[in-house]
């Protein structure tokens, strides 16, 4: 059972557009944090988010924390070529903090 | 600073032999976390720690060993390598006081 549901699981675009991916889960998380992974690389953290209704924005990137803290979203807007990678959602359960629940990402493709 | 460094990048072992992947930080983290990554499962945790001298299984630990004798070193052990073992593999490491998970450059096993 996946506890932390992306989608879309793939999403290739033109240059400009813009997208919405989801992180959905059953359960409630005290934090979730974006990581962005590029080919051959480990993931990076993008952003952190912690109360619900959060909304935090990374130039481009505009990540929300769901009301009730069991979802999230990053929204790109005017995507870049260098947007592309895969991005991970991760969750952090209150009281075991120790691990975190990782989405299976989204594989971002952005054409010039 | 270094950071978190992956030492091999590349390796590639016959059925049944054996290695040791050491994963190295500078970062004076107190957690640290291996994990292997393959396409359509994600990101999942094979083992980690807390602190120097101790382990704890992840939810895939079958077929690997651990060992974290020093607070900068986290070594991962295959003691019979499988072909479902090939996998890229990762190692992270995070303060005891937030969730930011740093990632090393990967290790990219095959077991042929």
């Known amino acids: 059972t996946q506890l932390l549901e992306q989608s879309p699981q793939f999403l290739s675009i033109q240059e400009g557009e813009n997208l919405t991916v989801y992180c959905n889960s059953s359960?409630?998380?005290?934090?979730l944090q974006w990581y962005r992974q590029e080919p051959g690389e480990g993931p990076v953290l993008l952003v952190t988010?912690?109360?619900g209704g959060e909304v935090k924005k990374l130039k481009r990137l505009t990540f929300q924390f769901g009301d009730a803290r069991k979802d999230s979203s990053l929204h790109i807007t005017a995507a870049q070529p260098g947007d592309t990678g895969l991005y991970l959602c991760?969750?952090?359960?209150?009281?075991?903090?120790?691990?975190?629940?990782w989405g299976l990402g989204t594989s971002l493709a952005v054409n010039p | 600073n270094a950071g978190v460094t992956q030492t091999p990048k590349f390796r590639v072992l016959k059925t049944g032999q054996s290695m040791t992947l050491l994963c190295a930080q500078d970062?004076?983290?107190?957690?640290m976390y291996w994990y292997r990554q393959d396409p359509g499962m994600g990101l999942r945790l094979i083992h980690y720690?807390?602190?120097?001298?101790?382990?704890a299984k992840g939810e895939v630990p079958d077929g690997y060993n651990v060992s974290r004798l020093k607070k900068q070193n986290f070594l991962l052990g295959l003691e019979s390598a499988a072909p479902s073992q090939t996998s890229v593999y990762f190692c992270?490491?995070?303060?005891?006081?937030?969730?930011?998970?740093?990632f090393g450059p990967g290790t990219r096993l095959t077991v042929l």
């Open positions: 720690s807390v602190g120097e001298g101790t382990t």
């Open positions: 992270a490491t995070r303060t005891s006081g937030d969730n930011e998970q740093f």
């Open positions: 991760a969750g952090a359960r209150a009281g075991n903090n120790r691990k975190l629940i």
């Open positions: 988010v912690v109360t």
């Open positions: 359960s409630v998380f005290s934090s």
């Open positions: 970062m004076n983290h107190e957690y």
